[in-house]
C-alpha cells in the first residue's frame, strides 16, 4: 500500500507516515518501477504501535528503542514496563508541581484583586509579581523551619 492508504486506514495524514519513514522507524519497500514507497502490513503495525506509544506518551527515541530490541527478535515487554513505570512517576511529581502551582495561581487571584495598580518605578515593574518572590520564599522558609527539628526536641 502507498502513504496515502496507510495514513487512510489508520485516520492519520501522509506527513505522519512520511515523517516516521524519515526517521527509521518505517521501512517500506521501494518499486524499481516508479521509485513509488510500498508499505507493508508489517509497517502498518508498527505505525499502530507507534501511534499507541505515542499516545502514552513515549517519544521518538524510546520508541526507537523499543523497535531495536523487536527487530533483534527479544521481547521489549520488560523494557515497556521499566519505562512506563518511569513515565508514571514523572507524571506524579508533575502533577503535584502542577497544583502546587495551581494552588499560587489561585492565591494570587484572590490576593491581587484586592490590590490597586501602581505605577512601575525605577526598582519595581509590577509590585504583584515582585511581591510574590518575597511572600513564598517566607513561606518555603517557615515550611522548612517548621520541618527541621529544634535542639529541644
Same mark, same amino acid.
Given at each position: 500500500?502507498?502513504?496515502?492508504?496507510?495514513?487512510?486506514?489508520?485516520?492519520?495524514?501522509?506527513?505522519? #507516515? @512520511?515523517?516516521?519513514?524519515?526517521?527509521? !522507524?518505517?521501512?517500506?519497500? *521501494?518499486?524499481?518501477?516508479?521509485?513509488? $514507497?510500498?508499505? %507493508?502490513?508489517?509497517?502498518q503495525s508498527r505505525m499502530q504501535f507507534i501511534l499507541s506509544?505515542?499516545?502514552?506518551?513515549?517519544?521518538?527515541?524510546?520508541?526507537?528503542?523499543?523497535?531495536?530490541?523487536?527487530?533483534?527478535?527479544?521481547?521489549?515487554?520488560?523494557? #515497556? @514496563?521499566?519505562?512506563?513505570?518511569?513515565? !508514571?512517576?514523572?507524571?506524579? *511529581?508533575?502533577?503535584?508541581?502542577?497544583? $502546587?502551582?495551581? %494552588?499560587?495561581?489561585?492565591?494570587?487571584?484572590?490576593?491581587?484583586?484586592?490590590?490597586?495598580?501602581?505605577?512601575?518605578?525605577?526598582?519595581?515593574?509590577?509590585?504583584?509579581?515582585?511581591?510574590?518572590?518575597?511572600?513564598?520564599?517566607?513561606?518555603?522558609?517557615?515550611?522548612?523551619s517548621s520541618m527541621t527539628p529544634s535542639l529541644e526536641d
Amino acid at each position: 500500500m502507498r502513504v496515502n492508504q496507510l495514513a487512510k486506514n489508520l485516520n492519520i495524514t501522509g506527513d505522519t #507516515v @512520511r515523517f516516521y519513514t524519515r526517521i527509521g !522507524l518505517l521501512s517500506p519497500a *521501494k518499486s524499481s518501477v516508479n521509485g513509488y $514507497k510500498d508499505y %507493508s502490513d508489517k509497517d502498518q503495525s508498527r505505525m499502530q504501535f507507534i501511534l499507541s506509544a505515542r499516545n502514552l506518551g513515549f517519544s521518538v527515541d524510546e520508541i526507537k528503542v523499543i523497535f531495536s530490541r523487536t527487530d533483534q527478535g527479544e521481547s521489549a515487554c520488560s523494557l #515497556v @514496563r521499566q519505562m512506563i513505570q518511569q513515565k !508514571l512517576e514523572e507524571t506524579e *511529581k508533575q502533577f503535584e508541581e502542577m497544583v $502546587k502551582l495551581r %494552588s499560587r495561581l489561585s492565591n494570587a487571584v484572590t490576593d491581587w484583586s484586592h490590590k490597586p495598580d501602581k505605577a512601575p518605578t525605577g526598582n519595581m515593574i509590577c509590585h504583584l509579581i515582585e511581591g510574590t518572590y518575597t511572600e513564598s520564599s517566607q513561606l518555603e522558609t517557615n515550611s522548612e523551619s517548621s520541618m527541621t527539628p529544634s535542639l529541644e526536641d
